[in-house]
């Protein structure tokens, strides 16, 4: 088909003096921040889902976005001209990556043999595109969530055959990655979670989740797929409270199922502030449990209570985020997807690219000023006096296991312990954060 961006050219970086709206100011893919290229250190995705599944509806109204692919016709011809534009828009936006789900690229027919095939062809159409273009796939899912059978859960379902069903889509979608060279496979439990314990079985629903896990680990390792397994936490929504609340919520369940070696998280901005965290909270606690794989990179709407996948644009925000990643190392298999749509009345088709030029300049800002404090980390020398005692003797004796706690008793009384208060500075590191921020 011909060009349907066709008055936008490939986005460059033209710096911050540019009055161009359709190039970079802050992201330079080649310039090299401790050691890394930006390319490297941000591993940029762009979605299928929101940019060409999305028709722009929502509960109150019909879709406003006037797509050819989305038009009445052979859906196999749509799903060809819808990836025919995915990868012109992949291409020109200049991100090295994109992500999917199996029914974003092909339809799922009216079976399950017609969904296998559809995908297989279409996974054929991707391969090529890939070659063509030179673009990675960063991560590839299934869509266990949308298609009225799973109203009631995927592998939380109380019938076992919509289970089966949705392992059968995970089967072919792990495969499909593990073609296209994927970096990740996620899960993401859309509406495993429960609305009323009136006719919910936890017990049960959890034991089925944690086989269904089980069962994607081992196919992992049958097929050598050598990426990561992520799972990406969600509190509430689809489902009034879903069984992946939050990362801390994951670890345990992972723990649960003797899976914490073999699954990380995919963690959402939006999906981490319904739970009631901060973005870098659960980065950080990712990191802490050695749970860190990938990020859907979002935002919401604080005067909105549900996920609005808003594109990011508080350097404020991500400069925190991107400390912690650069404090965990930066990233390995993962990378930032933008898992975020352009409003219902963003119906120009350089909307989206609009959207995805500021939330990567966004980052890309945030990751120079985490570079500076990291290079500086007055933050991290703060923290290490502030444990200090711990690298005592008392301290490593209490951690080692040296110590009962009568025996901890018996050592305060003797040494007629008086600990002292200390200023934790909040404020002052507030300050200091903000000085980078705004150099």
Request: hydrophobic share 40%.
């Amino acid at each position: 088909m011909s060009e349907f961006f066709k008055n936008i050219n490939t986005i460059k970086f033209e710096g911050t003096e540019t009055n161009n709206s359709l190039a970079f100011r802050h992201y330079n893919p080649d310039r090299m921040i401790m050691g890394k290229s930006m390319k490297d250190h941000l591993r940029f995705a762009a979605c299928y889902w929101h940019n060409f599944c999305s028709q722009g509806a929502d509960v109150f109204g019909a879709g406003t976005y006037d797509r050819p692919w989305h038009k009445a016709g052979d859906p196999m011809a749509m799903a060809r001209m819808k990836a025919d534009v995915a990868f012109e828009f992949f291409t020109k936006l200049n991100v090295p990556f994109y992500c999917f789900h199996d029914t974003d690229v092909a339809p799922e027919g009216n079976s399950l043999k017609e969904y296998v095939n559809n995908f297989a062809e279409m996974v054929d159409v991707l391969e090529q595109k890939q070659d063509e273009t030179g673009l990675k796939l960063l991560w590839g899912t299934a869509n266990a969530f949308s298609n009225p059978r799973y109203m009631s859960g995927a592998g939380s379902n109380p019938n076992p055959e919509v289970f089966a069903y949705a392992a059968t889509q995970v089967f072919n979608a792990m495969n499909a990655t593990q073609r296209l060279g994927g970096e990740n496979y996620v899960v993401w439990g859309g509406r495993e979670g429960y609305e009323t314990l009136l006719n919910t079985d936890l017990r049960q629903e959890r034991e089925q989740l944690g086989r269904f896990m089980q069962m994607v680990v081992e196919h992992k390792h049958k097929i050598g797929f050598k990426g990561a397994i992520l799972i990406e936490p969600k509190p509430q929504e689809p489902t009034k409270h879903q069984y992946d609340y939050d990362t801390a919520t994951v670890y345990g369940f992972l723990k649960q199922f003797g899976l914490e070696n073999e699954v990380k998280v995919n963690i959402e901005a939006n999906h981490a502030t319904l739970a009631g965290h901060s973005f870098q909270h659960e980065i950080a606690m990712a990191t802490s449990l050695g749970l860190f794989g990938s990020i859907d990179a979002n935002r919401g709407d604080a005067q909105l209570g549900w996920d609005t996948d808003q594109f990011p644009n508080s350097v404020e925000e991500n400069t925190l985020v991107m400390y912690e990643i650069l404090k965990a190392g930066g990233f390995t298999t993962g990378g930032f997807n933008f898992d975020a749509h352009v409003r219902r009345p963003s119906i120009a088709s350089e909307d989206l690219f609009h959207g995805h030029i500021g939330g990567m300049d966004v980052m890309a800002l945030s990751l120079d000023r985490a570079a500076g404090m990291i290079e500086n980390d007055i933050l991290a020398n703060h923290v290490a006096k502030r444990y200090a005692g711990w690298n005592s003797d008392m301290g490593k004796r209490i951690m080692s296991g040296e110590l009962s706690l009568a025996a901890l008793a018996d050592h305060a009384v003797t040494n007629q312990l008086q600990p002292q208060s200390v200023s934790g500075q909040q404020e002052f590191l507030e300050n200091v954060v903000n000085n980078f921020i705004f150099k």
